[in-house]
Nanobody, 123 residues
Framework: VQLQASGGGLVQAGGSLRLSCAAS????????MAWFRQTPGKEREFVAV????????LYADSVKGRFTISRDSAKTTVYLQMNSLKPEDTAVYYC?????????????????WGQGTLVTVSS
């Protein structure tokens, strides 16, 4: 599985960004997709996850109500719509994939990772 994340950039506090993650090599297999983020000196943290069908989503408390994860009908792209951004949302955002149907939120459970896209929120 190859993952390609895009959509990061610089935005002012209160603004919005939409991240995309294009996946290849998922054919014929159910995959759970997720977003994590990381800042220098800190561990990578869970942001949001979506199941194969797209009817189960989970969010970190810090982004609940502001971020929305979704995936397209072909199940090859996952999105993260980020609204009401705060300076503390500044991080490198990574998409991840995990074979199977079980929705989990730990980094160690995901075997495939994208290269990361930087989101910077200015105050």
């Amino acid at each position: 599985v190859q993952l390609q994340a895009s959509g990061g950039g610089l935005v002012q506090a209160g603004g919005s960004l939409r991240l995309s993650c294009a996946a290849s090599g998922l054919a014929f297999s159910p995959y759970v997709m997720a977003w994590f983020r990381q800042t220098p000196g800190k561990e990578r943290e869970f942001v949001a996850v979506i199941n194969w069908i797209g009817n189960t989503v989970l969010y970190a408390d810090s982004v609940k109500g502001r971020f929305t994860i979704s995936r397209d009908s072909a199940k090859t792209t996952v999105y993260l719509q980020m609204n009401s951004l705060k300076p503390e949302d500044t991080a490198v955002y990574y998409c991840a994939a995990r074979a199977g149907r079980e929705v989990v939120v730990t980094t160690g459970a995901f075997g495939s990772w994208g290269q990361g896209t930087l989101v910077t929120v200015s105050s």
